[in-house]
């Protein structure tokens, strides 16, 4: 199976800190990774995409990695503030279709004042 | 640019009875997605369109669901004969064909409670 895993349901951080959240990938290496936001009883927003071939991006405070010989990616929010807090989702395209996303369970993250 | 919209945001049904969904994409977007999602899960893939044909289901997808999209704009997601373990967020998401094609546009989902 083509799984995702991220690491711990809850993550905790101190306003003004970096939160670094994990996600680990089985069997083949993606072509690409997203990472989504999620508020309670809203959709994924879309935050970031890096493909294979890119080692990190960069979107204002938030930067993705992605390390094919770990099969991991890791994002990071530097100075977080408490705005910050939601649940983080990474996803990869299905080895079968392109057009099928897997998610991870997501990471819970909550940003204390 | 008024995103993904989704009706109704939330729906409470008897066991048995059939429901459905209604999902109005971005206009210009020629894919439409539908996921399903449960507590504490991501997303889960359900089915996807480009234009009006339905290219991939899951298998998730029972013969009791089924999605439509007859113009290629808006898209219906129906399950028949509902059960309690259908109980979930519906999803759906649009992108657009082109160089940012893998990013998807998700709308805020219809949350379905069977009893």
């Known amino acids: 199976s083509q799984k995702i895993e991220q690491n711990s349901e809850a993550l905790n951080i101190q306003e003004g800190k970096t939160a670094t959240l994990t996600c680990n990938y089985t069997n083949y290496s993606p072509a690409y990774l997203q990472w989504y936001r999620q508020d309670p009883g809203r959709g994924p927003v879309f935050l970031l995409l890096i493909r294979e071939n890119e080692k990190e991006k960069r979107k204002e405070r938030l930067k993705v990695t992605f390390d094919t010989t770990l099969k991991q990616s890791l994002f990071h929010i530097t100075a977080s503030q408490p705005a910050d807090s939601a649940t983080y989702l990474c996803?990869?395209?299905?080895?079968?279709?392109?057009?099928?996303?897997?998610f991870g369970s997501g990471t819970q993250l909550t940003v204390l004042p | 640019d008024t995103g993904v919209s989704q009706n109704p945001r939330h729906k409470i049904t008897k066991r048995g009875q059939n429901v459905t969904f209604r999902c109005d994409p971005i206009?210009?977007?020629?894919?439409l997605y539908w996921y399903r999602q449960t507590l504490g899960q991501g997303p889960e893939f359900l089915t996807y369109?480009?234009?009006?044909?339905?290219?991939?289901k899951s298998r998730l997808l029972s013969d009791r669901f089924s999605a439509e999209r007859p113009k290629g704009s808006f898209s219906t997601l129906e399950i028949q004969r509902t059960e309690q373990g259908d109980s979930a967020m519906y999803l759906c998401a649009s992108s657009h064909t082109g160089t940012e094609d893998e990013k998807l546009f998700f709308g805020s989902g219809t949350q379905l409670s069977v009893l």
């Open positions: 369109f480009q234009n009006e044909a339905q290219l991939e």
């Open positions: 996803a990869r395209p299905s080895s079968g279709s392109a057009r099928q996303l897997t």
């Open positions: 206009s210009e977007h020629n894919r």
